[in-house]
């Protein structure tokens, strides 16, 4: 059994947003796959995981000793800043104190480097590194990075379709939200950068817009309150709090929106869009990241439009109410997933 070692800045609970339920699900499998150990700076306990307070770049006499003591066959850093120049550093840092020479890296979105960065960037490369980002895969393709472009994970066990439109109704008593409304969810950072503002005429058209922030939204995040406070002046409802049962959000929505354009104001394969799938729940999105890459039209599941042309997309999903969505090929993504990175860990 390979030991592999997996560093990462948190594996504690909410797992509410998309880099944390990727580095928890995939703390998972290579713990009942792989001899596992982690180190964190926070997390939660047990015998195979190291909690550490260490500066920003993981320079530490703590980890350096804990990768001395466990010895790794195959290092894999996952960092939530995703590939900042600063994660480049510590990957370079976390290969210093270790023996091996088999380095990986996931990030989950593109940052932006300067030029100079960049020509250092060249040099820090990891010996492979995944991705879903198209963005982030072309750029190590070009820097000659070893590198995969990868779907994400979704619990289909949590993620999936009511049996009934009475338990849609319920839920929706449940929530506290318009029993006979035309609901069209979205899930994430209430910030700027998500476009939310294109919202705004479906709202005016009579579709009730509910947005559910994430726990892990930065308080100071671009414009929140400001942002906030129009929205809600419209009539958008925003639910800013921990929802433990997200799945709930999906499946009592007639419709699921993904609006954003930014490439840093998302993950590189929005989970949330994935979710909302599992949930037999319609989409309605950019063309963001490599979720046409994967999943194409999904059994004409998501409809793919500019922010423009939402409204006319609503409407197609709304004159067809009676039209099943449930058909998808999310599972086949989950192992998809674990198949690239396995391979690259066994060879």
């Not at 999906?250 to 490439?263: G, K, T």
């Amino acid at each position: 059994m390979k030991k592999v070692l997996l560093v990462t800045e948190y594996l504690n609970p909410p797992y509410d947003e998309g880099i944390k339920k990727t580095v928890y699900n995939l703390f998972l499998n290579l713990d009942d796959t792989y001899d596992l150990q982690v180190i964190c700076r926070h997390g939660f306990k047990k015998e195979n995981i190291s909690i550490v307070n260490a500066n920003a770049l993981f320079f530490s006499r703590k980890i350096k000793n804990e990768i001395k003591k466990f010895d790794p066959e195959i290092l894999l850093y996952f960092p939530f800043q995703s590939s900042t120049f600063a994660s480049y550093l510590r990957l370079k840092i976390l290969l210093f104190f270790s023996k091996t020479n088999k380095v990986g890296l996931i990030a989950l979105q593109p940052k932006s480097l300067a030029k100079w960065q960049e020509t250092i960037v060249k040099f820090l490369k990891p010996d492979f590194a995944f991705t879903p980002s198209p963005t982030l895969h072309n750029f190590w393709n070009r820097i000659g990075c070893n590198n995969s472009l990868i779907p994400l994970l979704t619990n289909l066990t949590v993620f999936k379709p009511l049996n009934s439109i009475e338990e849609k109704f319920r839920l929706r008593e449940k929530y506290e939200l318009p029993k006979n409304a035309f609901i069209i969810s979205h899930m994430g950072h209430l910030n700027k950068g998500r476009n939310l503002k294109t919202l705004i005429p479906l709202q005016k058209l009579g579709y009730q817009m509910v947005i559910v922030g994430s726990s892990s939204t930065p308080s100071d995040a671009l414009g929140q309150e400001s942002l906030k406070k129009q929205l809600l002046q419209e009539g958008i409802i925003i639910v800013d709090r921990y929802i433990e049962h997200i799945e709930e959000i999906y499946q009592l929505s007639d419709a699921y929106i993904f609006p954003v354009i930014e490439e840093n104001s998302s993950i590189g394969m929005p989970l949330s869009v994935l979710e909302a799938r599992g949930c037999g729940i319609p989409v309605i999105m950019t063309d963001y990241g490599s979720i046409k890459f994967f999943l194409e039209d999904d059994y004409a599941g998501i409809y793919y439009s500019k922010t423009d042309n939402f409204i006319d997309c609503a409407k197609k999903i709304k004159d067809n109410l009676n039209k099943k969505y449930t058909k998808t090929n999310v599972s086949q993504l989950n192992k998809l997933f674990y198949d690239i990175i396995h391979k690259k860990i066994d060879n």
